[in-house]
Every structure is written in C-alpha cells, then in structure tokens.
C-alpha cells in the first residue's frame, strides 16, 4: 500500500515571503499522480496543483510550484509571495495509475499553514 | 464548475441512533468517495462508489455502510452511531479515466455523536 507521509504539522510564514511545504510518499508503482490540496477554514477542500510522474518537468500554477523529485520520492510545495488568503490546512495526495482509475486519492496528514502578517 | 452538495454541514445525534449522510455531485461522475477527516490523521477513505449500486470498502469501512441507488446521489450510513464516530465527512465525485482526474469535494458533514 502507498503511505505518503507530510513531516510538518505546521508553518508559519511571514506575508509576502516564500515558503516549502514537504511530501513524501513511498511506492512501488512507476505510474501515479500527486496532488497537492488546500482546505481553508472554510472547509471546502479545493486542488491547488498537481503532477503527473511520468512528467519531469514540475507542474507550477501562478505562485504555486511543486519539487517533484521521482528517485526521492519527494514532491514539495513551493508558495512564492504568500498572501493572507494561503492560510490552510494542506494535503498532499497520491493516487496510483494502474487499475480502473476508480479508486481514491491517498492523503498525507496534512500541514497548517500560518501567514504571518 | 462541478458541485458536490452535502446536505447537512452539522448533526448531532446519540450513540445508536442510525445517521444517514448524503452526497450529491451535479456532473454525472460515475466515482464517488467517502472520506473521514480526523486531526493529526487526514483523510482516510471509507467507502467508494464507481457505478451505480456498486461500492468498494476503502481502508476504514467498519461501523459504515454506502448506498448509492442512482448515479448523482452517494449516501453514508451509520447504522448505530458511536462516539468515535464523531468527524468530519468528506464526499468527493471524480469522473472515469485514469488520468490525472481532479477529486471535487463538497463542504463536509461534521458530526457529533453523543
């Protein structure tokens, strides 16, 4: 079974400045996907980027960015110029690409994420 | 945009009573997933759904079970409600492929069993 684990339970951040929020997963599959997901106080869970493996290159969506480092397993975060409204639970995800695709997302256990003012 | 709808966004009901949670997404999805969210452990799936009538215990299916008698409409049930059962609950609904489709979450159902 595919673990992924988030070794941070929490950050904090100044506004304005960057920060890396880190993932890892462990699997034995070659073909997957990765998520990252972000869930406001609000708590409507919404995706903020994701990255296919067999991509080398790493997905980036605005001022979200994602270190996707195959062989290490890793695939990190990366907020440029944080701003309040970043402020969220966040969840790294995994979901294999064999099988029927019906089958669900594995999650980490998530990093708070505090935007300093 | 798809829309995942959670009927009830807070219960509080007794130990045993049966509780029924209900899920309807509006882009005839054929997948369906129930997930708990519990502090410090993340999303945990319960159940999921791939068709119409057909369900697949995830990695928590004890004290649950799933109807879903028409493809927008994926129902949680507890059929005796117990203290550590009190959670979030998240639906989600993705579509069919094997690509990199998004999971769309409704708001979550938090409940509190007494």
């Known amino acids: 079974a595919q673990t992924v684990t988030q070794s941070q339970p929490e950050m904090s951040v100044q506004e304005a400045e960057t920060v890396t929020l880190s993932c890892t997963y462990d699997?034995?599959?070659?073909?997957?996907?990765l998520f990252w997901y972000k869930q406001p106080p609000s708590r409507q869970m919404i995706l903020v980027i994701r990255q296919e493996a067999y991509k080398q290159q790493n997905a980036t969506e605005n001022r979200f960015s994602v270190n996707f480092q195959k062989a290490a397993k890793s695939f990190s975060l990366k907020i440029s110029d944080s701003q309040l409204g970043d402020a969220a639970m966040y969840f790294c995800?995994?979901?294999?690409?064999?099988?029927?695709?019906?089958?669900?997302?594995?999650f980490g256990k998530g990093t708070h994420l505090i935007i300093q003012p | 945009d798809v829309k995942v709808t959670q009927s009830s966004r807070y219960l509080v009901k007794r130990t045993g009573e049966k509780v029924f949670l209900e899920c309807v997404q509006d882009?005839?999805?054929?997948?369906m997933f129930w997930y708990r969210q519990d502090p410090g452990l993340g999303l945990r799936l319960i159940y999921f759904s791939y068709d119409v009538k057909m369900k697949e215990k995830g990695d928590i299916p004890e004290g649950y079970s799933v109807s879903r008698e028409k493809k927008e409409r994926f129902s949680l049930i507890l059929e005796s409600a117990s203290t550590n059962q009190t959670s979030m609950y998240l639906c989600a609904s993705r579509g069919q492929g094997t690509g990199a489709n998004v999971l769309t979450f409704g708001a979550g159902s938090r409940l509190t069993v007494l």
């Open positions: 882009m005839d999805h054929e997948n």
């Open positions: 995800a995994y979901r294999s690409g064999e099988g029927g695709g019906a089958d669900g997302l594995t």
């Open positions: 699997t034995s599959e070659s073909d997957y996907y």
